[in-house]
């Protein structure tokens, strides 16, 4: 009996200690084992944070040089696409029938000088006699309103000859200001009239300006550009459609009254200086703006950042290999590696590789 006894606690202990052994294994089998990453530790570094926008080449001084007068075209002084200086000659329209006028002008403003001065001589004489009773009234009366309608033909025949100049004077068509000066729409020989046609267009070439379109957010920053005298001279640079970068820096000058309604961006302008040409009226290129992200910032490599619904987040590996999601407020991208303005320091590990494998709070295997 006692050995039966014996027997039956002896089965007991195998069978509880099998039961154990089962549920152990079991528990092995149901956690996984950590997620092996690659980490990567953040950093600080110097960086020039960029932002590009469309923009366009256009001159601080453009102007149409149209015709004010008839006649045909005889003279042209300047080659197509030349350099000119203010008050240079462009164009004569024929003088002759203008000089002409002019001077018939001229002669009629003599003629009504004279016959001012002797009507005004006559008016003295006639007063002085008038004073000694030696002639009538009536005809003192007589000479001072021939006086008043002396000086009013001169009046007329001046403003005659002032007409007559200008047509004479638009009869030479010169550079309001130093530019360049484009293509002829005329030869010698063309007809022209009055606003037509067009004859050419001159365009002014340095300093030139770059006109771009911004959002009304960023109103705030280039108001505070505008006011902020210590910039950094690469602040406004120009980059081409090849790719080169234009050699001069640039210098706000200008921002519109409003925002467009429709549009909701406000126009900027950005002055450059062009002593060489290579800015040309209505060219497209791009503008860049140095950005917040100036100077010593911090940097990740852009592959350890992950994007849920427009959120931008890290996973960062704690002492005991736990990982905890972090989200992150980004800057400038810089190739493989991006700005972080707010979520993680110095210092900090991050996971670069095996991400797809994480959750919050899971342990890791760290290479």
């Known amino acids: 009996m006692k050995n039966q006894t014996i027997l039956l606690a002896l089965g007991a202990s195998i069978i509880g200690f099998s039961s154990c052994g089962s549920k152990q294994q ?5 956690t996984p084992p950590p997620a092996t990453v ?24 453009e102007i149409e040089l149209r015709p004010q007068i008839s006649g045909y075209i005889t003279n042209i002084f300047v080659k197509d696409g030349q350099k000119v200086e203010k008050g240079q000659k462009l164009y004569e329209i024929d003088r002759s029938k203008y000089l002409a ?26 007063e002085r006699l008038l004073e000694q009773d030696a002639i009538a ?37 010169t550079a309001p200001f130093a530019g360049t000066i484009g293509i002829s729409s005329v030869r010698l020989g063309s007809q022209v009239s009055p ?14 300006q770059v006109n771009i379109a911004v ?35 640039g210098k706000l000058t200008t921002i519109d009254r409003a925002v467009g309604r429709q549009t909701g961006t406000i126009n900027l302008r950005v002055e450059f200086p062009n002593p060489k040409r290579e800015l040309i009226p209505g060219m497209t290129v791009s503008l860049q703006v140095i950005n ?19 959120e931008y987040y890290v996973y960062v590996v704690d002492n005991e290999n736990t990982v905890h999601q972090q989200k992150l407020a980004l800057g400038t991208l810089l190739g493989a590696e991006i700005v972080v303005r707010s979520g993680v320091k110095a ?21």
């Open 26 to 30: 079991a528990t092995q089998q149901a």
């Open 38 to 61: 690659t980490t990567v530790e953040v950093v600080q570094k110097p960086v020039t944070g960029i932002d590009e926008y469309p923009a366009t080449i256009v001159p601080l001084n």
């Open 101 to 126: 006028a002019y001077q018939q002008a001229e002669a009629n403003v003599k003629i009504a000088e004279a016959n001012l001065e002797r009507i005004q001589q006559d008016v003295k004489r006639y």
């Open 137 to 173: 009234k009536q005809q003192v009366d007589y000479a001072q309103s021939d006086l008043q309608t002396a000086q009013s033909r001169l009046t007329a025949a001046k403003a005659q000859q002032q007409s007559a100049a200008t047509d004479l004077a638009y009869s030479q068509i």
């Open 195 to 208: 606003g037509q046609p067009l004859l050419n267009t001159l365009s002014s070439v340095d300093p030139i």
């Open 215 to 249: 959002n009304e957010r960023e109103i705030p920053r280039f108001n505070r550009i505008s006011m902020t005298q210590d910039l950094p001279d690469s602040l406004f640079t120009i980059q081409f459609t090849d790719g080169s970068q234009y050699s001069y820096t």
């Open 292 to 310: 917040s992200d100036y100077g010593t910032q911090t940097v990740i490599p852009f592959k350890a950042v992950t994007e849920q619904m427009g």
């Open 347 to 367: 210092g900090d590990k991050i996971v670069l590789d095996g991400i797809q494998k994480l959750r919050d709070g899971a342990k890791v295997s760290v290479q």
